[in-house]
């Protein structure tokens, strides 16, 4: 005797721009099948714009109309509220720049099965001229489901597939470099087999945490942990191996080792996308997690972060310094940029105002940070050698006098990286740091003295990094340029929209935060879903 | 008694991570992570099977499915990158270090 | 709401921008706007000078805009006497640098056409300049801790990139050291300043309303560590001065002179406002260490400066020494003292500044900054030595000159600070009184070594100062006789708000009414 | 014991009002001279010698406008003007001690003025030379008329800074250099005391002012406190008037050109110890007091000393700065006896001004003539040729070495007797520096005017134009009678009293004491020794090396031997020390510490060795411990 199983209900409407990446790249594949070669980038590049712009569109008309819903969607499966839709419009608004960086010639290769300088490859670039692969597109348009997928998937499941969901279509990209195509392979595999690795970990924790809780949507759990035994070992270790999946993909130390390696090989605006859209996405995601998922467990997990932050700024720091491939360094500065995030993630915890006063900090933290990275990789795409993009650090020895504006602007970014006031970058390292101690000085709190630490570790590790962005500036303008320097490309008109807007991004925030952090606040007022 | 199952699956997952750590062929590596995920739906199951609901039960499904989709992706990378280098062995890939 | 303080910001910002967008090969342009700019400055400073009521309340001209809302944080400006003074300062200072550092940026040549550093972008120079000049406006008017704490950071960069593209062999090393070591005092105080908000629990960053809200003795003593390490390190204080010789002596000569003149002021300024005022118990408890350190530097400044053989390394230490004076000043507690060292503030961007630019005239025509290689100076350019003279006796606090009056004040005042068992001040006053001494050694042994003796071979290809120059040092040398003599004026401005900032540290401010006492 | 000082009334108009502008001429001249320096070079030595005779007539008017005052109104406070608001205002104070003073300098200052004219008529810099003995007359005469301890102290400094910018005016010579910076370094040395005393004197009593502190103080008081003061500001006096042991610098002073000997090194500036200690003399060293004695030992110590060096220098120049220091030490031993003493202090030092600065030109004159050759050994039988210089030379001589009836009898001998009859030692000490006195000063005139001729083949002696020797004239005048127009009946002392305070009972002259009669015998003795040895024998034309005593007196004591070993050396091997220290120790913590960062990083970053496997092993370490960490939290 069974009863009838009545059909799921989706709200269409709130996932809407889910719907709309998810079917242009659909439709994308259908494009790469059928269309003809020479066809199809001309139906991409505005099917894949559109398709984003539409979804932000989207996103904005949801905040606007302020009716964001207070329920998981999708028979809980998703939560479409208004941390999830400020990172969805973070999101878009980054994939969005980089699609205009991945249009640019010569990024892709031809054709990635070909063996590098065989006959077929050179055959294959002679066809295609310049553009490479147009899958990349609705790869792209994939992975950028995945990541919007990623912050708001209300269950583990969800979250585990929509972590599939991004990163395989990663994976494959990091492979597409048309220059150094072994570093580029040996980006992807790598990539590949640490982040199945890690997914197996992720995947195994849930398992545990189902076992304890015997669900694994999040709220479940916190329901779970409110009445169960919190020191369940089957609880801890599942939360454990969670968090290893989670932390990879943040590239919070011990976990941060593929950063450079993967960052280094793929393609610039790959990595330009992974490096903000990715990092966007999985700290979305840890903050679902901690906050909505083990809300009751945070005596455990912050004395555990805490250390995992520590480690992850220093490490960071300190090993960019001796670094000699730009990329590479961009890469530890984001692995420490990480760190200054999990500092933030900390304070995320206890009373819901408190919660959001962090989650501001986290989002505003986010936004400014992510676009500044993508317009940074932006002009390492424009210095390029005969060989490719330029990337090591003594190719770079006086640039500032061949190509004054473009250092001007690189060194700019540079210094919003190291937060020095003024950039943006300044006010979003003030934001966490601020949200720290504040947790810090709330009554009753035992770590306040811990999160004093914390921030002071924070300060120091900020102190370590200012010194290798500097070095940077200190090569381009204060040394003499050599003599067969690098080519500077004139930029396309999408690369140049792309590092206007950064630029302009990061000086307008530099001078008027308010301008983001009004509406980062508004997002987070309203709360995760619990 | 469920508890064999979930030791078994322990196991399963112990060798399977440390296949990947000690094994070079990339193959192999990946076939390994396979297992890992395996031992994933074993456990599922079980604590389905304990806890006394399905929802263990499917996301075994989902894992399989997503397992699938990642054995696509990673032997179209693996076999790229034996075509190029002429071997599988993941540690012959590390042009990119320090 | 007084518009003025906002304008006399945004005129050098808005000179800036239309120096760095004057077209290519207008070099000479942007040297005149930038000059024309800077004496606008000036002549706005005047007005505000004019229009500020020693009497009236202590901050004026005050101005006050939301910023971020979200983080509590105003565009709050204000000044009052100490902040005015030093705000006139670098309104006078700046143009004579430009004038100074006429043709820094077009390669300098020497007496014999040996080009010492190359041509560099003239505009970016003046425009640098100029946004600097903002903010050292900025950082002394903003009254909102958080907007104080900004100015204070980005400040910096501009003088990064003038040190770094426009210095010596040296530069870029000097550079990122100076950059570093004031980022990571920065950084501290950062964390300082977001304690205090939180601990104050006001919701704001303006300076009046916070004094007094820290009571905790303990959290008093933590934020006070954080704000006093990054203005020791900006003063600097011995043991964190390392840097000041190095980025002094690589910095052109201009460039030097602000940051010695000014810069460095920021950071004794801040000791005064915002150490004394905020955290007067924790100020209190560690008057002591504070000396201690203040006294060392006096002395070792002084001694170290007998022993360098390069002449901007030189002066660079002098001024540790004289930033030693400041710091007892301020921490001495002796409303005489604290005046005292406010003054000092002024007279010693006065008097290092002519020093500065005195010798970095002497280089220029030489292109070496080692003693050693001149001598005899005199013979062939007595103006330049006479200057050279002049300035190097205001180092020495001659007096007469207007750096005497402040040193005197240091020292009498805190001599008779009664602030904390006076025994150790006292002490510490005769201690540093010694330094009257090693400043007649190390000034006029560099003075005889370079301007007298027999002229070397290559000094006789000198020209003596030209209109540029002696334009440059006249004005400075002018205005450190007169307040040698009429430090009134000054003083009359000064006096109240220390006043104040006593009374917020709730030290009895009867150090000068207190005559006929003792015996 | 009670010595009345007359109150200090304020004062405004008149010349007394108006009396800055004795400070105001010389300091104009001085600016318009260095400022339009080109285009006054003609007529700039002119103006120079006109603001100098301006500020004269100026003094004599004030000082006739004070007389016409009652004895106890004679002290006239002139306020200027408001200097740091809340501790001191500048004002003058115009009383019978500062108005001699300025008498002096700017009479003894106008007359060296004139003489250098002629005297630098050949040096291109000549009108530098004027600006800067302006600026010398500026800074004295604030020294002596502040009414306060921060005025005077400027002034201090002023004459100090003239002085080192006279000194070292042949700057080219590096001996002139380092003479002047060293003068300039062991004066500051004084000022070290005179600041620390001014530290004490405005703490203890809140103002540093004469007028207030006369009020505050009751006299004749002493404690602790007054004494430290006392021996502070003896340090500073010290410095300027070059005592022990502060004396190095004088000496090493002559390197300035001879009007500047004579101006500041002999008749003026170097006085500045004694006026100092005579101004305080009220408050800080009352009669009897410690204080007091400290002043009168250096100053018999100093008196010794500056003769028996005086006796080995065959520099004329030399010989007369030594004569100087022993003198002034004079001085000091009379400041160091009370009111008694001061006057004949004050008295000596004003005979001295004159005849010492008679000498000192005529010095001058006579190096005039043999083409800047100061060494007497050169001289010789010079009385016939230069016939004024010598005439005037031997008036000076007569007078310094006490002969009857000249000026140095009446005042040195009222010291000596004051001495003798206060703190007997002393007295007596002062008594054989006056033989000794004898036996150098004779020494010199025999060895310049008597005697063979011992000239360079090239040298053709002649005498001084007129614009030097009239000079030298009134001031061989001034040697002649001031003394007894001073001392007899005690016009002097009575003048002084309402500044200085007057002793219980006068002196009255007494030509036939004992001391005196002693001191008379011994200069004698000197005087007749030195014949012997100088006047009636051949003097060798190159120095014999002497007996041990000679070699001390001519290494001046072995001062700068002292003063290297124990203050220079060690000096350097500090500054050494420091320099490295701060290189390698402060700096090299902070390098160092970049370094260790640094070498961590390239440490660290060889764990990315590149192998996937690595990787993965780090992953799977960190999940272990994360696990392990949750563990550990989860059961504390």
């Given at each position: 005797m069974n009863p009838a199983i009545e059909a799921p209900t989706i709200e269409y409407g709130t996932l809407a721009p889910l719907l709309i990446i998810f079917g242009a790249a659909c439709i994308g594949v259908l494009v790469e099948a059928f269309a003809p070669r020479y066809l199809r980038k001309s139906i991409h590049v505005p099917l894949t714009l559109l398709s984003l712009a539409g979804a932000f569109a989207l996103v904005l008309v949801q905040t606007v109309r302020g009716q964001i819903s207070t329920t998981a969607s999708a028979m809980g499966a998703v939560a479409v509220?208004?941390?999830?839709?400020?990172?969805?419009?973070?999101?878009?608004?980054?994939?969005?720049?980089?699609?205009?960086?991945?249009?640019?010639?010569?990024?892709?290769?031809?054709?990635?099965?070909?063996?590098?300088?065989?006959?077929?490859?050179?055959?294959?670039?002679?066809?295609?001229?310049?553009?490479?692969?147009?899958?990349?597109?609705?790869?792209?348009?994939?992975?950028?489901?995945?990541?919007?997928?990623?912050?708001?998937?209300?269950?583990?499941?969800?979250?585990?597939?929509?972590?599939?969901?991004?990163?395989?279509?990663?994976?494959?990209?990091?492979?597409?470099?048309?220059?150094?195509?072994?570093?580029?392979?040996?980006?992807?595999?790598?990539?590949?087999?640490?982040?199945?690795?890690?997914?197996?970990?992720?995947?195994?924790?849930?398992?545990?945490?189902?076992?304890?809780?015997?669900?694994?949507?999040?709220?479940?759990?916190?329901?779970?942990?409110?009445?169960?035994?919190?020191?369940?070992?089957?609880?801890?270790?599942?939360?454990?191996?969670?968090?290893?999946?989670?932390?990879?993909?943040?590239?919070?130390?011990?976990?941060?080792?593929?950063?450079?390696?993967?960052?280094?090989?793929?393609?610039?605006?790959?990595?330009?996308?992974?490096?903000?859209?990715?990092?966007?996405?999985?700290?979305?995601?840890v903050l679902r997690v901690f906050w909505v998922g083990l809300g009751n467990l945070d005596w455990e997990w912050r004395p555990v972060i805490w250390g995992v932050a520590a480690l992850t700024m220093i490490v960071g720091s300190i090993l960019?310094?001796?670094?000699?491939?730009?990329?590479?360094?961009?890469?530890?500065?984001?692995?420490?940029?990480?760190?200054?995030?999990?500092?933030?993630?900390?304070?995320?915890?206890?009373?819901?105002?408190?919660?959001?006063?962090?989650?501001?900090?986290?989002?505003?933290?986010?936004?400014?940070?992510?676009?500044?990275?993508?317009?940074?990789?932006?002009?390492?795409?424009?210095?390029?050698?005969?060989?490719?993009?330029?990337?090591?650090?003594?190719?770079?020895?006086?640039?500032?006098?061949?190509?004054?504006?473009?250092?001007?602007?690189?060194?700019?970014?540079?210094?919003?990286?190291?937060?020095?006031?003024?950039?943006?970058?300044?006010?979003?390292?003030?934001?966490?740091?601020?949200?720290?101690?504040?947790?810090?000085?709330?009554?009753?709190?035992?770590?306040?003295?811990?999160?004093?630490?914390?921030?002071?570790?924070?300060?120091?590790?900020?102190?370590?990094?200012?010194?290798?962005?500097?070095?940077?500036?200190?090569?381009?303008?204060?040394s003499e340029p050599a003599a067969d320097g690098p080519a500077i490309a004139a930029p396309s008109m999408g690369t140049v929209a792309v590092i206007a807007v950064s630029l302009l991004v990061t000086v307008g925030v530099g001078l008027y935060p308010e301008s983001v952090l009004g509406v980062a606040n508004d997002a987070a007022s309203s709360l995760f879903i619990r | 008694m469920t508890t064999h199952y979930l030791v078994l699956s322990g196991i399963l997952f112990a060798i399977g991570a440390l296949g990947v750590l000690i094994r070079r062929n990339a193959i192999v590596v990946f076939m390994c992570v396979e297992l890992m995920l395996n031992a994933c739906n074993l456990a599922f199951v079980t604590f389905s099977r304990q806890v006394g609901n399905l929802e263990g039960q499917i996301i075994a499904f989902f894992v399989m499915v997503v397992a699938a989709a990642e054995v696509v992706v990673g032997l179209a990378i693996i076999v790229t990158i034996f075509r190029t280098r002429r071997s599988a062995s993941v540690d012959d890939a590390n042009l990119l270090k320090y | 709401m007084s518009p003025w303080l906002p304008i006399l910001m945004a005129v050098p910002v808005v000179g800036a921008i239309v120096v760095a967008l004057l077209p290519k090969g207008s070099d000479k342009l942007a040297k005149q706007v930038a000059l024309l700019v800077s004496l606008l400055v000036l002549v706005l400073t005047g007005v505000v000078a004019a229009g500020f009521k020693p009497s009236g309340e202590r901050f004026q001209f005050v101005a006050e805009y939301n910023w971020i809302p979200s983080f509590g944080v105003k565009f709050g400006v204000g000044v009052d006497g100490v902040a005015l003074v030093l705000i006139a300062l670098s309104a006078v200072l700046v143009p004579i640098v430009i004038l100074a550092s006429w043709h820094d940026a077009d390669g300098v040549k020497t007496a014999d056409g040996t080009l010492i550093t190359p041509k560099r972008s003239v505009k970016t120079y003046f425009s640098l300049l100029l946004v600097l000049e903002a903010m050292m406006i900025g950082v002394f008017a903003a009254t909102d801790i958080f907007l104080f704490y900004v100015f204070f950071e980005a400040m910096l960069i501009p003088m990064y990139f003038m040190i770094g593209s426009y210095g010596g062999a040296q530069r870029s090393y000097a550079a990122v050291k100076f950059l570093l070591y004031s980022l990571f005092g920065g950084l501290l105080m950062l964390v300082a300043v977001i304690g205090l908000y939180f601990v104050a629990g006001k919701q704001t960053f303006m300076f009046p309303e916070l004094v007094g809200a820290i009571q905790d003795p303990v959290t008093q003593k933590w934020l006070f560590a954080g704000f006093f390490i990054a203005f020791a390190i900006k003063a600097p204080l011995w043991p964190v001065h390392t840097w000041l010789p190095d980025a002094a002596a690589q910095a052109p000569a201009g460039a030097a002179v602000l940051l010695v003149g000014v810069l460095d002021k920021v950071g004794t300024f801040g000791m005064l406002r915002f150490c004394l005022e905020l955290f007067p118990d924790a100020a209190k408890a560690f008057t002591m260490p504070i000396v201690v350190l203040a006294v060392i530097s006096i002395i070792y400044g002084a001694i170290v400066a007998i022993g360098q053989t390069d002449m901007k390394r030189l002066i660079a230490y002098t001024s540790i020494s004289h930033f030693g004076f400041i710091v007892l000043g301020v921490f001495a507690m002796s409303s005489v003292a604290q005046s005292g060292a406010a003054l000092y503030m002024v007279n010693h961007g006065f008097a290092t500044g002519a020093l500065f630019l005195a010798a970095g005239f002497l280089i220029a025509r030489r292109g070496s900054p080692f003693i050693a290689d001149y001598g005899g100076v005199q013979k062939v350019a007595p103006l330049l030595a006479g200057f050279f003279l002049v300035a190097g006796l205001a180092g020495l606090s001659l007096p007469g000159l207007s750096s005497f009056v402040s040193e005197f004040m240091v020292m009498i005042g805190t001599y008779s600070s009664q602030a904390h068992g006076s025994g150790a001040l006292t002490v510490a006053a005769i201690i540093s009184a010694v330094a009257v001494i090693l400043a007649a050694v190390y000034i006029l042994w560099m003075v005889q070594r370079t301007m007298n003796g027999p002229t070397a071979e290559p000094v006789k290809a000198f020209k003596d100062l030209n209109a540029r120059e002696v334009w440059v040092l006249a004005p400075l040398v002018a205005l450190i006789i007169g307040f040698g003599f009429f430090p009134k004026p000054l003083l009359d401005v000064i006096n109240p708000s220390v006043q104040q900032t006593l009374t917020n540290v709730k030290v009895p401010t009867s150090t000068i009414a207190e005559k006929g006492t003792g015996q | 014991m009670e010595s009345h000082i007359a109150e200090i009334v304020q004062h405004t108009g008149g010349v007394i009002g108006n009396a800055w502008l004795m400070i105001a001429f010389p300091l104009v001249g001085a600016f318009i001279l260095l400022v339009f320096n080109r285009f006054t070079n003609r007529w700039g030595h002119l103006l120079g010698v006109a603001m100098s005779l301006a500020s004269f007539v100026v003094a004599v008017l004030a000082f006739f406008e004070l007389i016409g005052f009652g004895e106890e109104e004679r002290r006239r406070a002139v306020h200027l003007y408001e200097f740091i608001p809340g501790m001191v205002d500048m004002g003058l104070l115009i009383d019978p001690l500062s108005i001699s003073f300025a008498l002096l300098i700017t009479g003894v200052g106008s007359l060296i003025?004139?003489?250098?004219?002629?005297?630098?008529?050949?040096?291109?810099?000549?009108?530098?030379?004027?600006?800067?003995?302006?600026?010398?007359v500026a800074a004295m005469l604030l020294l002596v008329l502040a009414d306060n301890y921060v005025g005077l102290f400027i002034g201090w400094e002023g004459v100090g800074l003239a002085s080192y910018l006279l000194i070292g005016f042949w700057q080219f010579k590096p001996s002139a250099a380092v003479a002047a910076k060293k003068a300039f370094v062991v004066n500051r040395v004084g000022d070290f005391g005179l600041l620390v005393g001014m530290f004490i004197i405005w703490t203890t009593?809140?103002?540093?002012?004469?007028?207030?502190?006369?009020?505050?103080?009751?006299?004749?008081?002493?404690?602790?406190?007054?004494?430290?003061?006392?021996?502070?500001?003896?340090?500073?006096?010290?410095?300027?008037?070059?005592?022990?042991?502060?004396?190095?610098?004088?000496?090493?002073?002559?390197?300035?050109?001879?009007?500047?000997?004579?101006?500041?090194?002999?008749?003026?500036?170097?006085?500045?110890?004694?006026?100092?200690?005579?101004?305080?003399?009220?408050?800080?060293?009352?009669?009897?007091?410690?204080?007091?004695?400290?002043?009168?030992?250096?100053?018999?110590?100093?008196?010794?000393?500056?003769?028996?060096?005086?006796?080995?220098?065959?520099?004329?120049?030399?010989?007369?700065?030594?004569?100087?220091?022993?003198?002034?030490?004079?001085?000091?031993?009379?400041?160091?006896?009370?009111?008694?003493?001061?006057?004949?202090?004050?008295?000596?030092?004003?005979?001295?001004?004159?005849?010492?600065?008679?000498?000192?030109?005529?010095?001058?004159?006579?190096?005039?003539?043999?083409?800047?050759?100061?060494?007497?050994?050169?001289?010789?039988?010079?009385?016939?040729?230069?016939?004024?210089?010598?005439?005037?030379?031997?008036?000076?001589?007569?007078?310094?070495?006490?002969?009857?009836?000249?000026?140095?009898?009446?005042?040195?001998?009222?010291?000596i007797e004051t001495a003798v009859h206060h703190q007997p030692i002393l007295g007596w000490l002062a008594v054989l520096g006056a033989g000794i006195t004898g036996f150098y000063m004779s020494r010199m005139v025999f060895m310049t005017f008597f005697g063979q001729k011992r000239w360079a083949d090239d040298a053709h002696p002649h005498e001084s134009p007129l614009v030097m020797t009239v000079p030298l004239m009134i001031l061989s005048l001034g040697a002649l009678g001031l003394g007894a127009y001073l001392v007899l009946s005690n016009r002097l002392l009575l003048f002084l009293a309402p500044a200085v305070g007057r002793p219980e009972e006068l002196p009255e002259f007494a030509p036939f004491a004992p001391s005196g009669l002693a001191t008379l015998g011994l200069v004698a003795v000197g005087a007749i020794f030195a014949w012997m040895k100088y006047g009636r024998a051949e003097v060798p034309s190159v120095q014999p090396r002497g007996s041990f005593l000679t070699t001390f007196a001519r290494r001046d004591l072995y001062g700068d031997a002292l003063n290297e070993s124990l203050f220079m050396r060690p000096g350097q091997w500090l500054t050494r020390l420091a320099v490295f220290f701060d290189n390698r120790g402060v700096d090299g913590i902070v390098n160092g510490l970049a370094a260790g960062i640094g070498g961590s990083s390239g440490r660290l970053r060889r764990v990315q060795t590149g192998f996937a496997r690595t990787y993965a092993l780090s992953i799977f370490i960190g999940a272990a411990l994360l696990t392990g960490a949750l563990l550990l939290v989860g059961n504390i």
């Open positions: 509220d208004g941390p999830s839709l400020f990172i969805w419009g973070v999101i878009l608004v980054l994939s969005f720049v980089c699609v205009l960086l991945i249009n640019d010639e010569g990024h892709f290769v031809a054709s990635a099965a070909a063996v590098p300088g065989s006959a077929d490859e050179e055959e294959a670039e002679a066809h295609d001229n310049g553009t490479g692969h147009t899958e990349v597109y609705p790869l792209v348009l994939f992975a950028v489901g995945g990541m919007l997928l990623f912050p708001a998937a209300h269950d583990l499941l969800m979250m585990f597939v929509a972590l599939e969901v991004m990163s395989l279509p990663l994976y494959l990209l990091c492979g597409l470099a048309r220059r150094r195509r072994l570093l580029s392979q040996e980006a992807s595999m790598k990539y590949f087999l640490l982040g199945a690795f890690s997914s197996a970990f992720f995947l195994y924790g849930t398992a545990m945490i189902y076992g304890f809780a015997g669900t694994v949507s999040l709220p479940g759990i916190n329901k779970a942990l409110a009445s169960g035994n919190t020191l369940d070992p089957l609880l801890l270790i599942g939360f454990a191996l969670l968090g290893v999946g989670l932390l990879f993909k943040i590239g919070a130390a011990p976990f941060q080792a593929w950063k450079p390696d993967v960052y280094q090989g793929a393609p610039t605006p790959i990595t330009a996308l992974m490096a903000s859209g990715t990092l966007v996405a999985a700290v979305g995601a960019a310094i001796t670094q000699t491939e730009i990329k590479r360094m961009l890469a530890y500065s984001s692995i420490a940029h990480a760190g200054f995030l999990l500092v933030g993630v900390m304070a995320t915890y206890g009373s819901a105002q408190q919660n959001a006063g962090s989650l501001k900090a986290i989002l505003f933290y986010l936004a400014v940070y992510g676009i500044t990275t993508v317009g940074a990789f932006a002009v390492l795409t424009l210095v390029r050698d005969p060989g490719g993009e330029a990337g090591h650090l003594s190719r770079w020895a006086g640039l500032g006098k061949r190509a004054p504006v473009l250092s001007g602007v690189f060194a700019f970014f540079l210094l919003a990286f190291a937060g020095i006031p003024l950039t943006s970058g300044f006010f979003g390292k003030y934001a966490v740091f601020a949200a720290a101690l504040n947790s810090g000085t709330q009554p009753g709190d035992s770590m306040g003295g811990w999160m004093a630490g914390l921030v002071v570790v924070g300060v120091v590790a900020s102190a370590i990094a200012a010194f290798f962005y500097v070095r940077v500036i200190v090569l381009m303008f204060f | - | - | 003025h004139i003489y250098s004219i002629g005297y630098m008529a050949h040096d291109e810099h000549r009108r530098r030379f004027f600006s800067y003995l302006n600026l010398f009593f809140g103002t540093l002012t004469f007028a207030e502190l006369g009020e505050k103080i009751q006299p004749g008081q002493t404690n602790g406190t007054m004494l430290a003061i006392g021996l502070l500001l003896l340090l500073g006096a010290c410095g300027k008037s070059a005592q022990l042991p502060l004396q190095s610098w004088l000496l090493d002073a002559m390197e300035g050109p001879t009007p500047v000997s004579a101006l500041i090194h002999a008749a003026t500036m170097v006085t500045a110890g004694v006026y100092l200690v005579v101004r305080s003399g009220a408050f800080f060293f009352p009669e009897g007091s410690g204080a007091a004695l400290a002043v009168a030992i250096v100053g018999a110590a100093t008196l010794l000393a500056g003769a028996i060096i005086g006796c080995a220098k065959d520099d004329i120049k030399k010989g007369l700065a030594g004569s100087t220091m022993s003198q002034i030490g004079y001085m000091m031993l009379g400041a160091g006896l009370g009111p008694a003493g001061y006057a004949f202090a004050i008295g000596h030092l004003i005979t001295h001004g004159f005849f010492k600065a008679d000498m000192f030109l005529g010095a001058g004159s006579v190096m005039h003539g043999m083409n800047d050759e100061v060494d007497m050994r050169k001289y010789g039988a010079l009385r016939k040729v230069m016939p004024i210089t010598f005439v005037t030379f031997f008036i000076g001589y007569l007078a310094i070495i006490g002969f009857p009836l000249l000026s140095g009898y009446f005042t040195k001998d009222g010291i």
